[in-house]
């Protein structure tokens, strides 16, 4: 399989948000990321957290009541997933900090996977999942993709 950018692995996501306080303790306490250092140069408001090999970067949004205030809890929506050991326990865990979740599952060929989607503070989908049973097969690809921009 091709890697025309020689990418080894993600990084980090960036979420704007409303509070920065507000999101740096759903994503401690709720999530278990912990804060890093950010660099100082850096001239707006902000926090960095890392756990489970990749980083979040929490960005003050410049105007937050703008923000969308989303209600609805719709697992077809733009979302980070994480897997868990134990869905049983991070049920528990929603449910004593009154995070309120849909539950959803995915059989296919005789595997189950359980599915845990909800809201961060700003309205971000979140969804915890035991996808590690659920095999990754590649496609064959029948026609080349390629990506060529428009150079105007």
């Avoid at 990084?11 to 509070?19: A, D, K, P």
């Avoid at 979302?79 to 050991?85: D, K, V, Y």
């Avoid at 189950?112 to 097969?137: A, K």
Wanted: with cysteine; proline share 8%; net charge positive.
């Amino acid at each position: 399989m091709e890697n025309p950018l020689r990418l080894t692995s993600l990084n980090h996501i960036s979420i704007v948000c409303r509070s920065i306080d507000k999101s740096l303790g759903f994503y401690q306490n709720v999530l278990g990321f912990f804060p890093i250092r950010r660099p100082g140069s850096l001239n707006f408001p902000g926090a960095w957290l890392f756990n489970y090999g990749i980083g979040i970067h929490l960005l003050q949004s410049d105007h937050p009541k703008a923000i969308p205030d989303v209600k609805v809890i719709n697992p077809k929506d733009n979302h980070i997933s994480f897997q868990c050991e134990s869905m049983g326990m991070v049920e528990k865990k929603l449910k004593e900090t009154e995070i309120k979740y849909v539950k959803s599952k995915v059989v296919e060929d005789g595997i189950s996977v359980n599915q845990l989607f909800f809201h961060d503070p700003d309205g971000l989908m979140i969804e915890i999942c035991d996808c590690n049973n659920l095999p990754v097969v590649p496609l064959l690809r029948q026609l080349p993709i390629k990506y060529c921009p428009r150079l105007n």
